[in-house]
Nanobody
Framework: QVQLVESGGGLVQAGGSLRLSCAAS????????MAWFRQAPGKDCEIVAA????????NYLKSVQGRFTIPRDTGKNTVYLQMNNLKPEDTAVYYC???????????????WGQGTQVTVSS
């Protein structure tokens, strides 16, 4: 079992940047695929980015490609979401998720963080 704690959300102007962090407990972080999801008010939860356990493969929501990246640091048991050139439509609660198996759907992840709010003003 793994526990996830997100941090780094906040209010930023359009065009700005934020870096979200997700710290995982335990000694087996390197065996988990990690992902970031987001949910805006009135909208479905959608995957933003995902990375395999060893970092060899990533997957991004089309609307964030070229603006967001999902690096992971196994030594720090942490996965990040680097968000650049933010847009008002990126406003949402962002969640970190983990699972032994890589997936691009929310149902594929067993472990979730509590979420962190990202608000982008125009």
């Amino acid at each position: 079992q793994v526990q996830l704690v997100e941090s780094g959300g906040g209010l930023v102007q359009a065009g700005g940047s934020l870096r979200l962090s997700c710290a995982a407990s335990g000694r087996t972080f390197g065996t988990y695929a990690m992902a970031w999801f987001r949910q805006a008010p009135g909208k479905d939860c959608e995957i933003v980015a995902a990375i395999t356990s060893r970092g060899g493969n990533t997957n991004y929501l089309k609307s964030v490609q070229g603006r967001f990246t999902i690096p992971r640091d196994t030594g720090k048991n942490t996965v990040y979401l680097q968000m650049n050139n933010l847009k008002p439509e990126d406003t949402a609660v962002y969640y970190c998720a983990a699972d032994r198996t890589f997936s691009v759907v929310s149902g594929g992840y067993a472990y979730w963080g509590q979420g962190t709010q990202v608000t982008v003003s125009s």
